[in-house]
């Protein structure tokens, strides 16, 4: 994970996307399980997805994979999210991918380049929690929540979920390029 996170330092976003579990009888937006994808220009056939590893749910996790042949615009977001969020069973869910790269609230991270990673530990353990991305006017955040990850930028989902490590002790901030 560190290694890629090294590599994608200094690389522009050409598309944007958030990948979406369908939240079944979720009601509380909070909780819904984002993460997010990039494409950079120098790859533009592969989604770097930064979420949470979903096998221990309190890890930061990166994975490379191919560009979704099933895209939903970002315009969809919130009817397919309500209707979800109103079933308790399905047996047709799978990650949902919705393309933000011409939306406005995220100007400030497409078409931009990636200035600095930090990792978000807890003071009393090296072991990252969450990731932030710096660009030069907005960041992303990606932390884990109860049911998978979260995202949070300068202009989107504005939950201030690292709050809920700060119980653990507290944040540290370390640049992903002295990390190891």
């Known amino acids: 994970m560190i290694e890629i996170l090294k590599q ?9 996307f958030f990948v979406v579990w369908p939240p079944l009888g979720e009601t509380d937006m909070d909780q819904i399980d984002i993460s997010v994808g990039f494409v950079f220009s120098d790859d533009p056939h592969k989604l770097i997805v930064i979420t949470t590893d979903k096998d221990d749910m309190t890890r930061p996790s990166v994975l490379k ?5 099933r895209i939903f615009n970002w315009s969809d977001f919130n009817d397919k ?5 109103s079933l308790s069973d399905s047996d047709d869910i799978d990650f949902e991918y919705y393309e933000v790269t011409c939306e406005k609230i995220f100007n400030n991270i497409c078409n931009n380049v990636i200035c600095k990673i930090d990792l978000i530990c807890i ?3 090296r072991e990252p929690v969450a990731i932030k991305i710096f660009f030069e006017s ?7 929540i109860n049911d998978g990850n979260s995202v949070e930028t300068r202009n ?4 201030n979920n690292l709050v809920n490590f ?5 944040l ?9």
């Open 81 to 85: 999210i309500n209707k979800w969020s």
């Open 8 to 16: 994608i330092l200094g690389k522009k976003v050409i598309r944007l």
């Open 65 to 69: 994979e191919d560009i979704p042949k």
């Open 156 to 159: 989107f989902n504005k939950i």
């Open 166 to 170: 700060s119980c653990l002790g507290d």
């Open 123 to 125: 003071s009393s353990c």
């Open 172 to 180: 540290v901030f370390l640049d992903v390029e002295s990390f190891s």
């Open 138 to 144: 907005d960041y992303i955040i990606s932390s884990p």
